[in-house]
C-alpha cells in the first residue's frame, strides 16, 4: 500500500507542478496577447489622428479654392472700376482742357 500511496501523492505532485506550468505559460500568452492589443489600440489611435489630419487638410483645401474664386472675381471688379474710373477721369480732363 505504500507503493500506492507513494505512487498517488507522486502523480498529485505532477499534477500540481504540470497545473502550474501551464498556469504560466497560459500567463506569458496572456501577456503578450496584452501587449499586441495596446500595440494595436496605439495604431489604430495613429490612424484616427491621421485620418483627421487628412480630413482638416481638405477642408482647408476646400476654402482656399473658395477664397481664390472670391478674390479672382474681387479682381475683376476692382479691375472694371479702375477702367470707369480711367474713362471718368479722361473726360472730365478732356472738358476742363477745352
Known amino acids: ?3 500506492n500511496e507513494k505512487s498517488s501523492a ?3 505532485i505532477n ?3 504540470e497545473t502550474r506550468v501551464l498556469l504560466e505559460e ?4 496572456i501577456q503578450r ?6 500595440s494595436t489600440t496605439a495604431q489604430i489611435v495613429e490612424i484616427k489622428a491621421t485620418m483627421a489630419t487628412k480630413s482638416e ?6 476654402a482656399v479654392m473658395q477664397i ?28 476742363v482742357l477745352v
Open 1 to 3: 500500500m505504500k507503493k
Open 10 to 12: 507522486s502523480k498529485n
Open 15 to 17: 499534477t500540481e507542478r
Open 26 to 29: 497560459m500567463h506569458s500568452d
Open 33 to 38: 496577447i496584452a501587449e499586441g492589443q495596446s
Open 57 to 62: 487638410v481638405d477642408t482647408i483645401s476646400m
Open 68 to 95: 481664390s474664386s472670391d478674390l479672382k472675381s474681387l479682381t475683376n471688379k476692382v479691375d472694371e472700376n479702375l477702367a470707369n474710373h480711367d474713362k471718368r477721369i479722361t473726360k472730365l480732363e478732356q472738358k
